[in-house]
């Protein structure tokens, strides 16, 4: 086979994380299409791996590669992309991923796709999609030159077989030290908000509430339902309007209540990946073309500061029985 | 110690934006206004800080873009950076991060920064990929999502602290020249000052001429603009003000939610 491609897998202290599985698939259908060999390729200071499902596994092994470095994870890619001569580069889109994938395309000098949310084969040829503009367009990318390294939003891609056959496992010691990184070491944050996370409702509050005091319109819309809990955009948080235990997204909580309410939210793809398990979603928003309404069931294009208001006239209206 | 902000303008995002279905791009509508990037807002203001705590700091700005991008660098003079610099770049299409990130590892070839800062994205390409791939040109160390930055000139190096997925932290020292990609929410960026804006008015914003070979590299290319996705029903309420929240009130009555 003349086309391969090589993933990196995610990893926490040696073990292989299951969003490994999702590059695997987005792998499978890449592969599918130029006929590639695909070899997985793990980084650490694991000399003792279980192979995985569907894909021959590398382990590049040093113990300069006990935790994660941007610098140890590129000098790990680059010495396993010289091995395997990739045309495509698999990593996933996280925080390990965005740190050091780019670095891996540049000092290929290869191209590069971040956040990519899906792969479009058609007419012979290949695209690769993601979101831009705020989230309101999405592109379709076409490779320039090789090796190309993408990374693939977690949640993209269903998860490849893990009942597949297991493939080889084959070692590489290698001795990688970070060089320009020291002193590393993680904190776990405890930000539990039991509120939140068992609320049946909650309202949202983004950047387009405009200001501290519309906060309090958020909560009276809140107390028009029963175990509702407010909550916020990355933006609302940043600007102190409410704690950072109440932020839903990817760098924040994950709710799936019965009622999700944005107001005031864009809807960019960081936060969408907090609440899209939400059962019913309502937007207001007054910008039309709001990337939001795209991940609503009910589309408000309204002033929130007219709208809510209006919204819990109505609701008192009805639980005085004035109806 | 000397320091590089780089900055993006980026387009009001409330601008109505229309698809070409001939062209490979997007097009903004002529009164859209523009704004800096937000992430390198909070770069600037980085820097700024980093300034307050070691004077003599000299703090450098530059940004690739059309003409109208000098006004995103004034602003950034005016939040009180020293000087600006501008690599003219005409066109409103796709231009890769590996080239810009060629231009701007170019461009510090000889000016010795100690530290880059850039932005984690920008806000209409989301793509996180000048910042890293910048530092890696220049073969210096690099971490994205930053959430606190501080300068050991002593030990010569940078204390930065990266979110992770969760709201998780990393913590770790980087030895200086390093890049930092910052995240918002590590600090509040300040409004310009009088006399910065006074200040700013009287200092020329240079132009940087390139080698304009670096933009024929056959990196990645857009070569579709759609609409975005969508995962929902997506039912728009029509009527009054009055007449929506009632329809909304309704809908959710039927659904057991009120
Ligand atoms: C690594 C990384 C992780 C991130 N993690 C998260 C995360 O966990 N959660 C998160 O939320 N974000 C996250 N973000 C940020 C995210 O990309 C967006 O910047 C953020 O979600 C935008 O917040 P917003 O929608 O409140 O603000 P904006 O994008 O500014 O949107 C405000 C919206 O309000 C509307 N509006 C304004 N005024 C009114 C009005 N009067 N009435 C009605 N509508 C109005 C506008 O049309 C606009 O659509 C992350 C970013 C990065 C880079
Ligand atoms: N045209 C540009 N000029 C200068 N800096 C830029 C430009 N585009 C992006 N950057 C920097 O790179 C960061 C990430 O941008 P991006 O790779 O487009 O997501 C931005 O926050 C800026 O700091």
């Given amino acids: 086979m003349d086309h391969s491609i090589m993933i990196i897998c995610e990893q926490s202290e040696g073990r292989i994380l299951p969003v490994t599985y999702e590059l695997l698939a987005c792998a499978a259908r890449i592969g599918g299409f130029y ?140 001795d990688i030290q970070p060089v320009h990184t020291s002193n590393v070491h993680f904190s776990i944050s405890d930000q539990s908000n039991t509120e939140l996370e068992h609320a049946e409702v909650v309202i949202a509050a983004g950047k387009g509430i405009g200001k501290a005091e519309n906060l309090e319109l958020i909560r009276e819309m809140a107390a028009c339902f029963n175990r509702s809990a407010i909550a916020g955009s990355r933006v609302a948080c940043d600007n102190g309007w409410l704690e950072y235990n109440a932020q839903v997204g990817l760098t924040g909580k994950k709710v799936s209540p019965q009622l999700y309410v944005a107001c005031g939210i864009s809807g960019s793809m960081q936060h969408i990946a907090g609440m899209k398990d939400s059962k019913t979603v309502v937007s207001i928003n007054r910008d039309p073309d709001a990337a939001i309404f795209k991940n609503s069931d009910i589309c408000i294009i309204e002033d929130l500061e007219k709208f809510i208001p209006a919204f819990i006239r109505e609701a008192e209206k009805h639980h005085e029985g004035r109806v | 110690m000397k320091i590089l902000v780089c900055i993006k303008q980026v387009p009001d995002q409330e601008s109505r934006i229309t698809v070409d279905p001939e062209k490979a791009w997007a097009g903004y509508a002529e009164n859209a206004s523009y704004w800096i990037n937000r992430y390198d807002e909070h770069a600037v203001e980085a820097a700024l800080q980093i300034r307050e705590k070691l004077p003599g700091t000299m703090i450098d700005i530059v940004s690739i873009g059309p003409a109208r991008v000098k006004a995103a660098i004034r602003r ?70 930053v959430m606190k930055l501080e300068v050991d000139l002593e030990k010569q190096c940078l204390y930065v602290e990266r979110e992770l997925d969760a709201g998780h932290r990393c913590f770790m020292e980087l030895k200086l020249p390093a890049l930092a990609a910052v995240q918002s929410g590590i600090n509040r960026p300040r409004y310009p000052s009088l006399s910065n804006v006074m200040r700013a008015k009287s200092t020329e914003i240079e132009e940087i001429s390139y080698d304009d070979s670096l933009l024929d590299a056959k990196y990645e290319t857009v070569e579709k603009v759609l609409e975005a996705g969508s995962d929902r029903a997506g039912l728009t309420l029509q009527g009054s003000t009055a007449e929506k929240a009632a329809a909304l009130w309704q809908l959710l009555h039927e659904r057991s939610l009120i």
């Fill in chain 1, 35 to 174: 006929n590639s060999s695909i070899t997985a390729v793990l980084p650490g200071n694991t000399p003792d791996t279980d192979a995985i499902s569907g894909a021959d596994l590398l382990v590049i092994n040093s113990p300069g590669l006990a935790e994660y470095t941007a610098e140890g994870w590129e000098k790990a890619a680059l010495l396993a992309a010289g091995e395997l001569k990739p045309n495509i580069i698999i990593i996933a889109h996280t925080s390990t991923g965005y740190d050091y994938a780019p670095r891996v395309a540049a000092l290929l000098d290869g191209s590069c796709i971040t956040s990519v949310s899906g792969i479009e084969l058609s007419d012979g040829s290949i695209r690769y999609r993601r979101s831009g503009f705020h989230g309101k367009l999405d592109m379709l990318y076409k490779e320039g030159k090789q090796p190309l390294v993408i990374t693939v939003l977690p949640g993209a891609f269903p998860a490849y077989d893990q009942q597949a056959a297991p493939g080889m496992v084959r070692y590489m010691n290698a």
């Fill in chain 2, 76 to 145: 950034c003079m005016e939040m009180g950076a020293d000087q600006g610099f501008h690599l003219r770049y005409e066109h409103e299409d796709y231009l890769s991060p590996s080239i810009k990130s060629r231009l701007i590892a170019e461009f510090c070839r000889d000016r010795d920064y100690d530290l880059i800062l850039t932005g984690v994205m920008s806000e209409d390409m989301m793509s996180g990929q000048t910042g890293p791939m910048t530092a890696a040109r220049l073969g210096i160390p690099s971490a994205a999502s």
